[in-house]
């Protein structure tokens, strides 16, 4: 028996695929092991430094639970959430242009992140979807089209946020969901609600990924934002936010979400009657975005 090289290692593992079930499995798997060990020999990883490696993945794991998802933070952070939501867009958007289903691009994506709740309550076109919720009062309102320009009719827009303070629901004493809620447009397409308006705010950093960015000296916030998961029978899914323009960090957002086409300008207005006719005892602001979806190829 030959003594073993760093090549013949690496070789020796990627043969250990040859009976893997599935090959999409062993293609990711293959491709995980060549650049592990090529960036364990560009490095020259140290014994404690490979330690100090599993016990940071330990620790991001100890830190999940059933309201925090660290793994995600990792991901969002790193960048890895972007580049896989990036590179999804494009082959949807691939596939509809073979199926000359697309006229204009689709709203472009951005990364869900790890405050998404399942089961949000459904309410009307119309709703404050944040009442009690600290905050500035925003009338938000816009249409779903397909990328012709055709209304889409009952698309479902799946909403969260923080509050005015950057926190989530799901950062907060309590089991009940805030700023929350499932609308449906009407038969033009469009949608309305109230919420408030979203303000910057860090992610957590009392864990691994917080020591993490301090180790990296970068700065953990994110630019104000709302989410929107847009979704309609025969079209893409679109999960995505909206920014607020001018936001403290909308040049440096701590996992890379930012898309231009994704800052909206937020109007502020006086007190007195809103666009849905409805009479506002304090200032409020507006803002207004259309959304549009790739038609899911056969």
């Not at 695929?17 to 491709?31: D, V, Y």
């Not at 620790?59 to 959430?81: H, M, N, P, W, Y």
């Not at 709302?226 to 920014?243: E, N, Q």
Request: glycine share 8%.
């Amino acid at each position: 028996m030959t003594p073993m090289t760093e090549d013949d290692l690496t070789r020796a593992v990627l043969d250990r695929l040859a009976t893997a079930k599935e090959p999409r499995f062993a293609e990711i798997m293959a491709a995980l092991i060549k650049h592990l060990h090529a960036f364990i020999r560009e490095v020259d990883l140290k014994p404690d430094e490979w330690m100090a490696g599993i016990q940071f993945l330990t620790a991001v794991g100890q830190a999940c639970d059933d309201k925090r998802q660290e793994f995600i933070l990792l991901s969002d952070t790193l960048g890895a959430s972007m580049m896989v939501v990036m590179l999804d867009q494009l082959r949807a958007a691939a596939k509809a242009q073979a199926a000359a289903h697309s006229a204009t691009p689709a709203t472009e994506a951005t990364v869900q992140g790890p405050y998404y709740w399942e089961g949000a309550p459904v309410l009307p076109c119309g709703a404050n979807i944040a009442p009690g919720v600290k905050g500035e009062p925003t009338f938000y309102s816009g249409r779903v089209t397909n990328t012709q320009g055709q209304p889409i009719a009952g698309a479902t827009l799946d909403i969260w946020s923080g509050d005015g303070e950057g926190n989530y629901d799901m950062q907060l004493p309590g089991d009940e969901m805030a700023a929350r809620a499932r609308i449906q447009t009407d038969a033009q397409g469009r949608y309305w609600f109230w919420s408030i308006k979203p303000t910057y705010y860090p992610v957590p950093v009392d864990g691994p990924v917080g020591r993490m960015l301090d180790g990296m000296g970068r700065h953990p916030n994110r630019p104000g934002h709302i989410h929107m998961m847009v979704y309609a029978p025969g079209h893409v899914k679109l999960t995505t936010h909206l920014f607020v323009a001018n936001s403290p960090y909308i040049d440096s957002d701590a996992v890379f979400g930012v898309r231009p086409s994704l800052i909206v300008d937020f109007e502020q207005h006086p007190a007195g009657q809103a666009p849905d006719g409805s009479q506002q005892a304090q200032p409020y602001w507006s803002a207004h975005y259309d959304f549009r979806l790739d038609t899911q190829a056969a």
